[in-house]
């Protein structure tokens, strides 16, 4: 029983730490207020988006060598 509570809790956790950063994903590149606790202020930051990072071409991957498998027979014959 308290394997499965553990279980649960992990997932819990883990579903909460997937949703704060799905939702900073989801406002990148939006302005957003910012707590400054040594100056007590609200501050509105701008994320923006790096322009070396979105205008470059992704990196050249080699192309591994791929069999055709048409048929159950190719894929026996393949991995045989």
Do not use: C
């Amino acid at each position: 029983m308290l394997r499965l509570l553990f279980q649960v809790a992990l997932f819990l956790k883990f579903h909460r730490t997937t949703s704060t950063l799905l939702e900073e994903v989801l406002n990148w590149g939006e302005r957003r207020p910012i707590f400054d606790a040594e100056l007590f202020i609200i501050d509105m930051m701008e994320e923006t988006k790096n322009r070396s990072e979105v205008d470059e071409d992704p990196p050249e991957v080699p192309m591994r060598n791929t069999v055709q498998i048409n048929s159950p027979d190719d894929m026996y014959n393949h991995y045989k």
